[in-house]
């Protein structure tokens, strides 16, 4: 969802910035900012709080990026390409499934006023749901794999990994997808690109790269 559905990844390097610059400690760059994607909440905040050395607790600072995350939830808007293919994909009867590391509440205050385009996924799950074992977040699959079993079970079918395309803007999630056996849609952030490395041998095959949803080839797939 984060940086691939809409811009809330640049929201949360904004928001970082700003705690960041209270206690004189620089910025996010991009070649920290591509480790933290994806993440659950509390492995990313523990990544920014070792990395910069900042005098908080991890309470004290999640406090602190929470209350100015929700002042600027309710900016945010979709990236190029994504309502439209989220509409064209519900209107074709295809199944799809969001999965975000994104915790509930966080996914709430980053979708309400958003609701036209999300409350058509079949299938939604947070990365807090009790089903995702502790520490089993993106990279791991568990997430993939319970969103799957989620659809099987509402539409009443047997789709197996190999019939799905993930969408990923994040190293992690771009891992992820691959251990769950999907083919891989890649949109990484323009700014990451080049911090990246070789992104054909971390596809390996299993996927492709694209600059934007926009450019999402769908009678590739024939859809």
């Not at 700003?18 to 994806?38: F, M």
């Not at 699959?141 to 799957?148: E, N, T, Y």
């Not at 891992?175 to 070789?198: C, D, M, Q, R």
Request: proline content about 6%; overall charge negative; some cysteine.
């Amino acid at each position: 969802m984060d940086g691939l559905l809409i811009n809330t990844e640049d929201i949360y390097t904004i928001v970082t910035n700003e705690v960041l610059a209270e206690y004189g400690k620089g910025t996010l760059t991009w070649d920290l900012k591509i480790q933290l994607q994806g993440l659950p909440g509390a492995q990313a905040a523990r990544k920014v709080l070792d990395y910069f050395q900042l005098p908080l607790t991890m309470e004290e600072f999640e406090s602190k990026v929470i209350e100015l995350q929700y002042k600027k939830w309710p900016t945010c808007t979709f990236l190029p390409g994504a309502l439209e293919l989220i509409q064209y994909l519900h209107t074709k009867k295809i199944p799809i499934a969001l999965c975000t590391s994104s915790a509930k509440h966080k996914f709430q205050g980053k979708t309400d006023h958003l609701r036209h385009g999300f409350d058509l996924f079949d299938v939604i799950i947070t990365g807090d749901d009790p089903r995702i074992p502790q520490g089993r977040g993106k990279p791991f699959p568990d997430i993939w794999q319970l969103g799957l079993k989620e659809l099987n079970a509402k539409l009443e079918a047997s789709i197996h990994p190999t019939e799905c395309i993930i969408f990923e803007d994040g190293l992690p999630g771009v891992t992820s997808a691959k251990a769950a056996g999907a083919y891989v849609i890649w949109i990484p952030h323009p700014e990451a690109l080049e911090f990246l490395g070789n992104t054909d041998a971390v596809l390996d095959g299993k996927g492709e790269l694209l600059g934007s949803l926009t450019h999402f080839d769908k009678e590739k797939f024939g859809i």
